[in-house]
């Protein structure tokens, strides 16, 4: 058997954010092993080159000194030597996003392809793991949160871990510090909650309501055949929103304010929110963790991999994620279509949708989406929303156009079968002759239309279809996310075309958009608002201001750009009716009400 690769990492200096990586090669390369860190991470279609938070590193063999010479931005070569090869990196870690790693006196943590360095060649061998705990005094009462097999280690200890290559020693995040921990079971399978941050969270509902979504994602596709755990981690700051998933674990950023407290009862939007991204992240288990394009299978992360089917893996789980929210009984078919009126809204508001398709967003993923700028409104489509409601759409086709013989799930369910599990990502066509597989339509019109066009989605028919009026509104406001009819006592007032936020204590305009007042006007991102027809505007009281004025008002605004002061005359226009909600419709017929319950699993 081949020996293991063996890692260590160590919180070296928190004070300092550095974390010390060693790692032993018993057997390199004769001519010179080369090791390499990753560019970017599964999931976050970026690169980010983490080897720019390589601080030093050194190698040495019995004791010897062995010389390290950088071949690329993310990779060395050591010199030959036929013995061991020992490693040691110190890295730099204060990214507290989901995808980097962060270290200070509070607690750890990290993502793998951060601090791991690649055995190149070597892959396929086992890979374990020391995790030490930072020098006493400090983390006397720290705990480790990973999904990484123990190996020694005590639950929720330092010690040694295990991991059967490369691949799976970089897909376990790990999370170090004072930790509040829930544990509950899905389908027998063990599953946990660590969160950090400081709360009176109510932690036995979390674990009962995380139990309910995952059983019911798991209703649909099965457990996968290695799914053997499962951890959330959960970093809960006073303000925040974000996840990336893995293949045992997923980790989530979610204010501590949007979690319940053991006085609550209902569930408030803000905890309808984390739930949307616990269900969202855990669908990911199934859809792109082991069920992924062809061009992922295996991951090259030295550079770009491009795919137009991540509308696929990202928008179809945004579709499935707030679905199995009112699918396991968490909210209602009411609270579900506010949801849906909020996604179609922030798509119906991006004119970038009708100049990229999904598939050309989900190609440009690398130098668009992860890479946006002040026009990004204007010239991007995101391949979540909008992707998320071409599964609406296709699967709301599917049910009225085979009776309900087929539907979304059908489709899932098969692509399941033959690429879940199989080793063979998904081709790029591969969804699409799914459907048509099962439900012996033509679909290429359809997906011609929705996948590699701009225009409009027939969601209106689709959801009148299930007995759902699709109606649209102006916005009331800059906080107006839809969902809901507008205020009859509050008539919306003109809008600027423009948003306008708080930034280092000055309102800055931070997106133009396209035909709007502000930039017929010649108003430019990065604007400072000064003042609107002689008065101070600020992004706190735009929307108060605009209200006390009518369509077609010609104004003065005042903006510095830089340090030069200008006048410009901006002529006011009412907001386009982009708003969207959606409410259930009274007079459905049997056959449409049976339609929508067997969408929505109600009784």
């Not at 160590?10 to 390499?36: C, I, M, R």
């Not at 400090?138 to 010690?159: C, I, N």
């Not at 078919?333 to 990229?356: C, K, N």
């Amino acid at each position: 058997m081949s020996a293991a690769h063996v890692y260590s990492i160590w919180p070296k200096d928190p004070a300092a954010h550095l974390y010390e990586v060693s790692l032993t090669v018993e057997t390199p390369d004769p001519n010179g092993q080369v090791f390499e860190m990753p560019a970017w991470i599964p999931g976050s279609y970026m690169i980010r080159d983490y080897a720019r938070h390589v601080v030093s590193i050194r190698a040495e063999s019995d004791g010897c000194a062995v010389k390290l010479r950088k071949l690329n931005k993310s990779s060395w070569q050591a010199d030959a030597v036929n013995r061991p090869i020992t490693v040691v990196v110190e890295v730099y870690g204060y990214d507290q996003s989901v995808r980097g790693a962060h270290l200070d006196t509070t607690h750890a943590y990290f993502n793998g392809p951060c601090v791991f360095l690649c055995v190149t060649g070597q892959e396929e061998r086992k890979c374990m793991l020391a995790i030490r705990p930072p020098d006493a005094p400090l983390g006397k009462d720290w705990r480790v949160a990973t999904s990484m097999r123990r190996e020694g280690a005590e639950p929720y200890g330092f010690g040694d871990y295990m991991a059967d290559d490369y691949a799976e020693l970089i897909d376990h995040p790990v999370e170090i510090g004072q930790l509040s921990i829930g544990e509950f079971n899905v389908n027998g399978i063990p599953h946990a909650i660590a969160i950090r941050g400081q709360s009176r969270i109510d932690i036995a509902r979390v674990c009962h309501d995380l139990q309910t979504v995952c059983e019911q994602q798991m209703s649909l596709l099965g457990a996968p055949q290695d799914l053997d755990r499962y951890l959330f981690l959960l970093d809960a700051p006073g303000s925040g929103y974000g996840g990336l998933e893995h293949r045992w674990s997923s980790s989530l950023v979610c204010a501590r304010d949007n979690l319940p407290l053991r006085s609550d009862t209902d569930i408030s939007d803000g905890y309808r929110t984390f739930l949307g991204l616990v269900s969202h992240e855990y669908f990911h288990l199934w859809n792109i963790k082991r069920m992924k394009p062809a061009v992922f299978t295996p991951y090259d992360l030295s550079r770009e991999v491009h795919t137009g089917l991540l509308w696929v893996f990202e928008g179809i789980t945004s579709y499935y994620d707030d679905l199995a929210l009112v699918r396991s009984g968490l909210i209602s078919p009411e609270s579900y279509l506010e949801l849906l009126g909020q996604t179609i809204t922030r798509v119906l508001r991006g004119a970038g949708r009708a100049r990229q398709s999904v598939e050309e967003s989900s190609f440009d993923a690398w130098t668009k989406f992860y890479k946006q700028d002040a026009n990004a409104s204007n010239a991007i489509v995101s391949y979540y929303a909008k992707g998320a409601l071409i599964a609406l759409s296709l699967d709301l086709k599917l049910r009225q156009e085979t009776q309900g013989k087929s539907t979304l799930d059908d489709v899932m369910q098969v692509c399941w079968d033959r690429w879940g599990e199989s080793g063979v990502g998904m081709p790029e066509d591969g969804l699409e002759v799914v459907c048509e597989e099962i439900s012996g339509l033509d679909l290429a019109d359809f997906f011609a239309a929705s996948i590699r066009g701009t225009g409009e989605l027939p969601l209106k028919k689709l959801l009148g279809s299930c007995g759902i009026k699709y109606e649209l509104r102006q916005a009331s406001g800059s906080d107006d996310k839809g969902g809901k009819p507008g205020k009859t006592s509050e008539a919306p007032g003109p809008w600027l075309g423009a948003s306008l936020l708080e930034r280092d204590s000055r309102s800055v305009f931070t997106a133009i958009y396209n035909g709007g007042p502000a930039e017929l006007a010649g108003v430019a991102p990065g604007d400072i608002a000064v003042a609107l027809d002689g008065i101070a505007l600020t992004a706190a009281n735009c929307d108060r201001r605009l209200r006390t004025y009518r369509d077609k008002d010609t104004l003065e605004l005042v903006v510095f750009r830089g340090d030069e002061l200008l006048s410009m005359k901006v002529k006011l226009e009412l907001a386009p009716k982009t708003t969207c909600y959606l409410q259930i419709s009274p007079d459905a017929d049997d056959t449409i009400v049976s339609r929508r319950n067997a969408w929505l699993h109600v009784n």
